[in-house]
């Protein structure tokens, strides 16, 4: 197919992530870590300096960004801890999280919404849950939802749906990659209409996105703190971008 060779293709970087993806026993070898270099911190470990946040909700404990809701002590609705350096287009975003009950994401290329209330974004999301049941998956908050599903390179034509126009892998084994209650490694890459997340050295999920009316092509970065009826607990560190 002429689209999905697109695709593969996009960069030659990106084609060697993708190309690692191919189908293999679920014992086979994991994609060995991408080039470390021209990437720098934007979390300093120790202050929530750079960032903008409820704090109320969010801390600086042992190294990591922590956001945190309890029973009875909730935000009025999903709320971010937003990184204020930049708008970046074309990046390369890697972290280590670990999530406690509930559900967490990091949203890229998004913008505020001050008029629902502050410290609330809008756009692409690398969805994180406890259950892992949307772990990988892409999902636009306050727009399209689930616009790519953990295994699928997924495809939006200008002023229509997502469909699936290929495979990363078979969704179960991607899952049972994903550390539960435990420190997980995300790295996002975002060029172009084309946006490849993965954890733990395995691709989730690939989206590029068509709809010129509501795809974003740079925006802000944030960590998200999901309402929950049970509380939840989202420790984010060791946060470092590359911007091309």
Same mark, same amino acid.
């Given at each position: ?5 697109? *695709?593969? /293709?996009?960069?030659?970087? #990106?084609?060697? *992530? ?9 014992? %086979?070898? #994991? *994609? ?11 979390? $300093? ?6 960032? $903008? ?18 029973? @009875?002590?909730?935000?009025k609705q999903n709320i971010f801890c937003i990184w204020k350096g930049g708008s970046p287009g ?32 809008? @756009? ?13 998956? *892409? ?5 399209? %939802? ?12 200008? %002023?229509?749906?997502? @469909?699936?126009? /290929?495979?990363? /892998? ?11 209650? $435990?420190?997980? $490694? ?17 691709? #989730? ?13 740079? %925006? ?11 509380? #939840? ?12």
């Amino acid at each position: 197919m002429r689209l999905q060779t697109t *695709v593969f /293709g996009i960069t030659l970087g #990106m084609a060697a *992530v993708l190309y690692s993806q191919a189908p293999r026993p679920p014992r %086979g070898p #994991m *994609v060995p870590p991408l080039e470390e270099a021209g990437f720098h911190s934007i979390f $300093d470990g120790k202050t929530l300096g750079g960032w $903008d946040c409820d704090p109320d909700f969010w801390r600086v404990e042992n190294g990591s960004i922590v956001g945190e809701t309890k029973v @009875g002590h909730q935000p009025k609705q999903n709320i971010f801890c937003i990184w204020k350096g930049g708008s970046p287009g074309d990046f390369e975003l890697k972290l280590q999280y670990k999530l406690t009950g509930g559900n967490s994401g990091i949203q890229y290329r998004s913008v505020e919404m001050p008029s629902v209330n502050k410290w609330v974004l809008k @756009g692409y999301q690398a969805d994180i849950d406890a259950e892992q049941r949307f772990t990988g998956q *892409v999902y636009e908050e306050r727009g399209r %939802g689930f616009v790519a599903l953990r295994g699928q390179i997924a495809y939006i034509p200008d %002023g229509k749906k997502p @469909g699936s126009i /290929g495979s990363t /892998g078979n969704d179960a084994e991607l899952k049972g990659l994903i550390k539960t209650d $435990d420190w997980n $490694d995300m790295h996002i890459i975002a060029r172009g209409n084309t946006l490849i997340q993965l954890i733990n050295g395995r691709v #989730m999920c690939v989206l590029v996105d068509d709809d010129k009316a509501n795809r974003k092509m740079d %925006g802000e970065i944030g960590i998200q703190l999901h309402l929950t009826t049970t509380g #939840m607990k989202m420790e984010t560190r060791n946060i470092r971008i590359k911007t091309f």
